[in-house]
């Protein structure tokens, strides 16, 4: 019998494998009877110059998040295998933002994100966040890939 999952992240970025990370955290989560925390990172270096309230930003954000995945949140909610449910939003930079102010407090033993496909010309510009994931963390990571 493999590891048994206690607390799993779902790492949600608004990509088209959002849907599908967000369901394979919900299966693995009832499966494991594993407490599921979704969040996700509003990039601030887009805002960072124009003074935004990033509370009131984060907290519009967590509500559509909240909306865009409504059926799995509530499917969750409604699981009796899953014995907590929780969705954080927080506006920074994102990969440091990720990994040191949501995931590192949640303390999960298995954060789920997905690919974002980005073209080789971009990856070495932007990087990619799966990797920064798996690289820093001390958890297992799963990257569900794009079909």
Do not use: W
């Not at 990619?128 to 297992?140: A, F, Q």
Request: proline share 3%; net charge negative.
């Amino acid at each position: 019998m493999g590891k048994q999952y206690t607390r799993i992240f779902a790492a949600l970025d608004g990509a088209r494998t959002q849907e599908a990370v967000a369901e394979r955290a919900l299966k693995l989560a009832s499966e494991e009877h594993a407490s599921l925390c979704f969040g996700h990172v509003v990039d601030s270096v887009p805002y960072e110059a124009a003074g935004t309230d990033f509370a009131a930003l984060s907290s519009r954000m967590q509500e559509q998040l909240e909306q865009s995945i409504g059926d799995i949140l509530a499917a969750a909610k409604a699981d009796p295998n899953i014995p907590d449910v929780q969705v954080i939003v927080k506006a920074g930079r994102i990969t440091e933002t990720l990994a040191e102010q949501i995931i590192a407090p949640y303390d999960p033993d298995l954060v789920i994100c997905g690919e974002r496909g980005l073209s080789n010309i971009k990856y070495v510009f932007v990087g990619s966040v799966s990797t920064y994931l798996i690289r820093n963390l001390r958890c297992d990571v799963l990257v569900v890939k794009q079909d």
